[in-house]
C-alpha cells in the first residue's frame, strides 16, 4: 500500500515541475482552500448563533460601510508594505525579476495563507524558479524568511502593546517564544547538521537532504542582524496596519474604540491563532477575539460577534480572495517556451 504523502511533501517534494504538475498542486491546494472556507463559513455561523443571529445581523447591517471599507484599505497597504520587504530579499540574493512579475508572484502568496503555519506559499517559489531558472532550493529562503519576519513581526506588536496596556503581559510571552520555536529549524542549519550527522538515512533524511544544502547556502546570505532589522522596519508597520482593520470595522458599527487596544485585541488574538497552527487561525483567531471583545472590552455578545466576523473578512478572506486572482494570473509564467505572454 502506498504511504500518503503529507501536504509539505506534496509541496517540497518535487524535483522538477511542470506546468501540468504545477496545475496539480495548485487544484489539490484549492480544495483544500475550500475546505477550509466551508469551515470559516461554519465558525461564522456559531459566532452569530452565539451572538443571537438576528442581532448580529442587524449591527452588521447597519455598518458604515465607507469606514468599513478602511478596514481594506488598511489591510492593501499592510500587503504593499510587505511586499516591499520581500523585493529587498529577492534583491539580497541577487535574483533578477521583473517588477510587475515580481508583484504578481507575491501577491499570489496570500492565496496561501489557509494552509497550515502558510506552508503552502512555497508554491511561489516553484514560480519564481521557473521566471529566473535559479534552484528551487536557493529561492525557498525568501518565502520561509517572509513568513518568518511576518510572525516575529506579529510577535514583537503583540508584546509591545501588551506592555503599553500592562495586560496579559505573560501569556503573550509565552505565546510568542512558542511561536518562535519552529524556525530555529528554518534559520539555522545547527540542527540540520545534527540529524544529518546521527541518521544515514530514513524519510526524514530523504526528504531534507533533496534541497538542504543549498537551502541552507541562500538562508545564510539572509541570516543576518542588518537583515532582521530592515525587515522589521517593514512588517511592524504592517502589522499594525492589519490590526486598524479591527479599528475601522468597531468604528463602523458604531463603538468608539481607543487604538491600542484595537490593536492589542487583534494582534494578541492573532498570535493564538497562528500558534494553533491550524489554517489561517480559523477558530482559535475567532473564538478568542469574540472572548477578548465581549469579556475585556464589554461589548455585547452581538457587538463582538459581528466585529470578529467583519475584521476576519478583511484580514483573512479579502487577502485569500485577492491572492487567488493573482495567483491565476501567474499561471502565464508557467507557459511552454515560444507561448508566453508579454507583461
Known sequence: MA???TMWFGIIGVKKLDKKGYMNLIRKIGMFAVA????SAIVFMAIALFGNFSEVMKVASTANLWVYSLAFVAVFLGFLLKYCKWSYYIKKLGLKVP???NFAVYMSVYSMDITPARIGRVVAAYTLNRITKIKFAQIVPIVTMDIFTDFIGTAILALIISLYLNRYVLYVAVVDFLLLIPFVFIIDDW?????KKHLKSGKFLRLFSIYGDQYYASQSVLNNPKIYLTSLLFT???ELLNSMALYFTLQSIGVIPSLSESVFAYSTTLIFGMVSSLPGG??????TMVALLNTVYGLSTAVSSAATIMSRMATLWFGVILGAIFLAYTIRYWNPKGKKRKD
Open 3 to 5: 504511504k500518503k504523502k
Open 36 to 39: 477550509s472556507f466551508v469551515v
Open 99 to 101: 517588477t510587475r512579475k
Open 191 to 195: 540542527l540540520y547538521n545534527l540529524i
Open 236 to 238: 511592524l508597520p504592517a
Open 282 to 287: 480559523i477558530g482559535v483567531t475567532d473564538g
